[in-house]
Structure formats: C-alpha cells, structure tokens
C-alpha cells in the first residue's frame, strides 16, 4: 500500500518532526540562526531534513510535495531564511496555522507573495540566509514571477553547484526568455553566437569555436545539423550542434558547464551544454498553456506564425506525470548585401591595361611584393531570401512509485525545413585566370588607395545573374529512458539508455543567365562594404542575358548515436559520497551529395524564366550608395524548373566526397564528494579520474591513378582524464571557487576522413586526415563569488586552458590540374578550370598554445530602491579571452594568429522593469571581431568577421492572472554582419537582415 493511501487525510507530517519536544523548539526558536547542512534533492528529504534542524513541524499536501525539488540550504542562517531558501523555485509557500508551518502551492496570478510572519519571522536583526539572502525584512513582499524569478534561479543553481556552471531558466512554462535558443545562451559570460538569417545558430565558448563545445539533450549527447549560406560555410558537417533546429519554447532549463567533473562526459573543452526538455513534475498539477504570435521582419511583407501548445498533468497522489509539448513557427527573413569572395592580385595582360594610368601603378598591377595591387575576385550584389517553418514534438512521462524509484521517458521530435532564395548579381571574369576571365579583361581607369583598387572602369567583362534555390529539410528525434533508484538510503543507482537520429538534405538548383564582354566598373569609395557597382546592358532586359547552365544537386547528412549508461553514488556519511559509473556510446556520420551539370540549356532565352515584375527592391536594409541599381533580373524556379528539366536530371553521386565515420567510446569513471569544515568554513568539492577508450572507422575517398576509391582507416586511443573542484564558503555570501581538469575534444568529423572534397565555386579543396590526434587541454578556472541576496550576484573569474597539439589546416595554393585530382570533378569547367588556382586545405596536428582570460558578472535586482524603481535590476558581464597558436602555411613555415573564432573582448547588458503586471527588458550583446581562417588565401593574410552589438527587447503585459500580451524585437538596430579578409580589412561579405518584430499573447489555465 502506497504511503499516500495510508495517510488517508491527504495532509501528512514529515518523518521525525511530528513528535520532536518542545524542548527542541526552544533550543532553536525562529529569530535564532542555527547551523545548517541541506542538501538538494527531493522536497519531502529536504523538509525532514529542516525540521530535524528547527523543531519545526511542517505539513503538506501530497500531492503538492511530490516530484518537486528542495534547494540546497548551509551554513549559520535562521530558520525562516533557511526554508524560505529551500523552497525556492518549488512554487510553495509557507503559512503559519498556530504551531505549524503549512506550504501551499502559489497562487497562479503573478502577484507579490507575502511570507509568513509569526514563528518564522524575526523580532530583531538576524543573519540572512546563506543561499537566499533575500534582502528583505520579515512580512514584507516577494515577487518570485517572471524574469526575476528566472534570474533568481540561475543564481541560485550557479552557487550549488560544485564546478563553475551558469544556467537559463525558462520565466514560465513554455516562456523562454529569448525566442532563439542559441540567443539565449550568449547572455551567459564567455558565449558568443553566430548568426543564420537573423538568428542565432552555433555557439564559441571563451574563444574556442563551437566544435569544443559538447552538447547534451536531456543527458544524451546531441549533433543535429542544418545548412547555411556558402558564404558561412555551408552544410554542416562537423560536431557543431545547430541550435536553430529547435524551438526554445520545448525547453524549462539550459545548464553551461564551464569546469568538468569526473561523471561529465568528456568531449567538450570548451563547455559542456546541457538542454532540458519540459517534464511534467516541473510544474505538478493539471496545466495548459497556449501561446500565439505573429512574427515581421522588415525587409519582408509577410506575417508569420508562432505557436505552442503545453498540456501536463501529474496525478494527485504524486506517483505520475505526463505532458505533451507542440511548438510550429514560421519566418521569412531577406538579406541584402554585397561579397567579393575575396580579393585577389595579378592575372592580368599588360596590353589590356589604359597607357593613360600611371606606369607606376601599372607595375604593380601584376607585381608579387608587398606593393602589389588587390581588386575584388566576385565583386556582387545579392538577396538571400529565407523561408523558415520549424516544427517541435515534445513528450515526457515520469512515473514515482515510490521515494525509492523514479523513471522518465523523454520523447523528442523536431524538424527544420527552409526554403532559401539566393540571387546574385556579379562580374564573373575576375575569378577566372584564363583566356576568357581576367586575361582579356581591359581596364579603361582605375583608383588606388594602399595597396587595393578601390575604383575602376573595365572592358570585356562577363557578368552573371546567378539564381539558387536551397530547399533544406532537417529531421531530428530522441527517445531517452531515466531510472533511478535507491534501494536503500545511502545508495543511488542511475541508468540511461537512447536513441537519436538527425537526417539532413538540402536540394540545390542553380540557374546561371550570363552576359559575355560588356562595360563594368565599381567604386568602394563612398561605402567601403557596399560599392557603386554599374553594368554595359540594362538588368531588367532579359534579351541581355542568356541562360549558361543549370546546376541539379542534392547533399545528405545522417548522424545516429545510441547511449547507455551507469551511475552509482554511494553515501558513507554526510561528508563522503563515492560515485562511480561507465557510459558507452556508438556514433554515426555519413555524408554523400549527388550532381550534374546540365549544358544542354546553354544559349536559351531567360525570358519566360524569370518574374514578370520584380519581387524584391535591392538595398531596403542597407545604406545603399546612390547610383547602385536597385533591380535586376530574378528566376521563378516554380515556373523555370518545369521548363529547363522537364524530365528531372539524373543526379550522378560524387565519389570523391562520400564521407562515413563510426566513432565508439567506451568511458567509465570514479568520483569521490566531499563536504566538510576547515579554519571555521563550509568546504565542498569533488575529485576523480574518467577514462575513455575511442575507437575509430572513418571511410572516404582517395584519388588514386585519377579516379576516386574508397579506402577506410581504423583508430583507437585512451585518454585518463583527472578533475577536481573545489568551493570554499568564506562566509555566508562569499565563496571561493576552484577547478582543475584535463579535457579532449576529438576531431571534426570530415577531418578524420581520407580523400577531399572539391568545391568549384570557392575554388578550394579540403583534404582529409584519418591520423589526426585530438585536442587534449589542461584547464583551471578560479572564481570569487559575493551574493549579497537571493537577486544579487557579482563574480570575477580568471581562466586558463593549455591546449595540446592545436589542429590547424595547412594550405597550399597550385592550379587545380598540379593537383592530381580527375579533371571531371570539375563538372563541365564553366565555373572553374584546370589551370584556375585551386587552394588546398588539410588539417594537422599543429603546435599546442594557452588560452587565458577572465569573466566580471554583476547582476542585481534593485529592490533596494524606493518607490518605483525598486522593480529595476541589472545584469552585467564582460569577458576577455586571449589566445595565439601557429598556423601552418607550408610544411616548414607557419605563422603566429589568434585562434580561429577567438573574440578578445565580449560584453553582455541587460536592463529590466517587472512588476506584477508589466514589465520588459532590453538586452545587448557584443562580440569583438574573429578570425575563420589563417591564411585567407589568395594573398590575404587573414579571414574573419568584424566586430558586432545586438540590440534586443521585450514587453509584457498580464491583463489578467491568465492572459498576457507579448512583444519582442529582435536585432533592433539592423547590425550587418560584416565579412572581411586580410588584416587592412577588405569587405568579403556584408549583409543586413532588417529588424524583426513578435507580437503575441499567453493564455495560461
């Protein structure tokens, strides 16, 4: 018979409390502090726990306690404090009934909550709480909603925690703060985000790119890949996690680990990130939350939807839970801007150059010293139009028979399609090195400054409106099974088994229309990242063009991954819990694309291709140099694709870049948890070693006598990987943090193939390394930590990693048909040719390097204040990361840069307003400019993204208890991402996305 059916009541007394004397009360009454030691854990062990300590009799209903979590309560604080702290985020609350404490669930209006004075309040000054600090006298009120209440929890969680982990909770269920994941994220010191459409995508943790950084969904590692623009590298096909697949309202908590324990998984130098799904004993009870919201982008006329749907209910006795989560979004996001795919130096005939320039600037047309002369490969204007539709399918079951045996079901679906529109406008022959690129290009005029044309007339230039469509489709699903159990009260025993697959394809059709030997000219001088670009034939006359070639490709990605694991924890006593367990994990990657180049078109008319009236206005989101064209041509794929493949092409698979690898780990680990006093003071950490064996088959192409052939390599290496950390409670709000671990990061996943794989458009070829070694750091982090209330927060934090053996890719520049690779992987040679310069790229086991910097956090609810503003508060951070390595440029030269994706400087600000009934937020975030690639090929030095601020805010409105209004804006100043090569800064790629707008309502039952 269950304990809840022998209660029979409803109402039941906790363990010992119910006949504790009186004398107990009287050794520790209410306004007294007392020592003491709760940890967190299940709210029924944490009360009992509390009333051992005061003599205070607490009672609950059952189904109010059950599923729910008390917070971890030490040190010397008073009683009221200390429950009021171990209540935190349980959605209870106390109220006195004569001798006894009664906690009743919240109120669901979002309304300041006053505690209970009577026996938990203190007549006379007191000692605040350790972890609640609340920062306010007895009887007076506590707002625990919203932002605020987030904020608090974060807190809360980072000073519990033993290692050095910040967190996110979500304000309410279904209520992230951010819209986007990955935006979310960056408000936490050290993240930085880049950006798909107008959106976060990927995370760079303290300076090292999103490849260091592990992720975990709901305790299973995750990789879920989508594609991008080529431009911001394409499909995805490394370990970077594609936060944009999924939708933030299908989440209740983020964790950040910044410092490992021996049970962590390893793998993520970085930081390991760990993201929660929602599950029912969250928020127990019966719950329905529905939301709505209409999303605008400026650049574009349409409205699309946001919706999310949240049904939960647990059963009243606390044995059950269930809950189901749906969330569908659909955006649309334009782009405007201008790219040169880098710029370049010589190739050009010293007959077709004007004798009216000055011969001293004509020897430096083709010259190879440090005066030589850099125009643009591609100069071109484009529109990227993104149609987004994002679908998440959430279902969690929990089941608690008992205090003993806890188990959940964990069911996740998610799926990204998009639909992107890409049109350019551009000058081809400057990329092109033969007879009909730049070598019968003539040049009338020209502008220097430095060591660049900034401004120039040509003759004999091939123009090109290039029209892609990308229709990109990822699928992503989960099923993880959590038991834990305790067969008895010292030991707990964990297992996790899964499942997860993403499967990803993006169908590609490129439409070429080309215009041969016409006038050409642009000018950079009134705007440095968007110049005047002007053409010898009218744009939108389509008997100026021609169509050259159509382009039917299609890549996949697929990643399967299966789990299963063991954790036990035995505690011998209040200060020693020893932990150990081991995990195995099987890892699939597969990659292939399919192709052909279809000639057949060449010479066809593009005028039943094309929209009959313009779509889109060049240059709505950008300052657009007056004189810039506005309009040109623009295929209807819906109209031309019937037209030009009628009978659907066949699609020949690309040997060459058929990828597969199969990783499998084998770890296991031991922990010992510590607590205890020294010189006076609370003491807790953990230490321990976690040993991996990986073993991997990685399978690709190699070109062999001018074909490619498969050929598979095997790997396997162990790695022990020790940790500490340790946390010293100076005083009740101060406390000093120490970590210590050593970490791998294995390989990108295309890296560890054999073979290469051409890419005709940029002109470049990566080539495979089976032999590569992982990263292998050593890190320490130390923190200073001042809590001076439940809202209140200040931190500074110095951090140092020392990386071995830093994988960098060495490059070499030769003409394609130098290389040994079968001419036909060239396809029909339009795009690129044999003798056109191709760079090859190949990752190796490079110089190791340091990584050091430090993070300053200041965050504050200013309940201090009088009136008004006491509903203000404040979060600031800041962190400085500084790292080089050496890059290899040849086999016995290299040169010393920052590490790739390194920001030195990164700030996040964030101002909020709540009351009960309305409030917002307005956030920043900056990040100091990065480097993607050392050298930047063709002549540069280097490649990367220039400097950013984000500006985002949000309003609310509760018009009711149940019923509240939305509205949120996103990247409020337009910011460009802003491409550059080489260090004098050459615009590569500038884009705006426009502003974006959600409004909306929450309806709550």
Known sequence: MRRSTMMGSGIFSLATAIALPQAAMARMPASVPGQFAIPAGDLRQCISLYSRATGIQVVVAPGDVAGRRGAAVYGRVTPRAALIAMLRGTGLVPVMRG???????????????????????????????????????????????????????????????????????????????????????????????????????????????????????????????????????????????????????????????????????????????????????????????????????????????????????????????????????????????????????????????????????????????????????????????????????????????????????????????????????????????????????????LVTQGNDIVAAEFGNVDNRADNRRDRNDTRFHQIALTTTWKPTDRLTIDVLAGVEGSDYTVDTRTLQALTTNRDFAYDYRPNDRVPVMTYGFPLTDPSALRLDLYRPRINVVGNDYRIGKLNLAYRANDAVTVKGGATYTRYVFDTADFGQDVTAVRGRTVADLVHAKSPYMFGKALDLPAGAPREWLYVDFDKALPLVDPGRATLTRNRENDRRVKEEVLAGYAQLDLRGELAGMVVRGDAGVRVARTQTTATGAVVVGGVAQPVTFERQYTDWLPSANLVFELTPRLQLRASANRNITRPTLTSLTPGGQVQVNTRTVGVGNPDLEPFRADSLDIALEFYPSRDGFFAVGPFYKRIDSFITNRTTEQTYAASGYPIAFLGNQQVARPEDTFFFTQPVNGAGTSLKGVEVIAQQAFTFLPGALRHLGGIVNYTFTSSDTDYALTATTSVRRPLIGLSRHSANATLYYETPVYGGRVSANYRDRYLTAVPGANGNDIAGVNAATYVDASLFWNVTPRLTVTLEGVNLTNQAEDQFVDSSDRVSSYARSGRQLLAGIRWRM
């Open 99 to 445: 001798n006894l404490v009664v906690l009743r669930r919240q109120a669901p209006a979002a309304r300041a909550i006053p505690v209970a004075a009577a026996a938990l309040a203190a007549s006379a000054p007191v000692q605040e709480a350790a972890v609640e600090g609340s920062g306010q006298a007895a009887g007076e009120d506590i707002v625990v909603t919203g932002l605020r209440r987030s904020l608090e929890s974060a807190i809360a969680a980072r000073r519990d925690a033993t290692g050095l982990t910040d967190s996110i909770f979500a304000k309410d269920i279904a209520a992230f703060p951010d819209t986007n994941v990955a935006e979310s994220i960056q408000r936490i010191p050290g993240v930085q985000i880049t950006r798909d459409a107008g959106e976060g995508r990927q995370i760079a943790v303290r300076g090292l790119n999103a490849d260091f950084t592990r992720v975990r969904l709901n305790g299973m590692e995750a990789l879920a890949t989508t594609g991008t623009t080529d431009q911001r590298g394409a499909v995805n096909r490394s370990r970077s996690f594609d936060f944009n697949i999924f939708a933030s309202e299908l989440f209740s908590r983020i964790d950040v680990a910044k410092a490992r324990s021996p049970s962590l998984d390893e793998g993520g130098i970085a930081a390991t990130v760990d993201l929660h799904t929602l599950r029912p004993f969250d928020n127990p009870g019966f719950h329905i939350v529905a939301s709505a919201q209409a999303f605008w982008a400026t650049r574009t006329d349409k409205v699309g939807p946001r919706a999310a749907l949240v049904v939960s209910k647990t059963s009243d006795d606390g044995v059950w839970g269930a809950l189901l989560s749906a969330a569908y979004s659909r955006r649309q996001v334009i782009e405007d801007g201008h790219q040169t795919l880098r710029w370049a130096s010589g190739g050009w005939t010293p007959a077709n150059v004007s004798t009216a320039i000055d011969p001293a600037i004509r020897a430096r047309l083709n010259g190879t010293g440090p005066d030589r002369l850099f125009y643009p490969r591609t100069p071109r204007y484009f529109i990227f139009d993104h149609d987004q539709r994002r679908l998440g399918l959430t279902g969690a079951f929990q089941f608690r028979p008992s205090d003993a045996l806890h188990v959940d079901l964990d069911v996740l679906y998610a799926r990204l399609k998009s639909t992107r529109l890409e049109y350019f406008l551009d000058a081809q022959s400057f990329s092109r090195t033969d007879a009909t690129g730049i070598r019968e290009t003539t040049i009338r005029s």
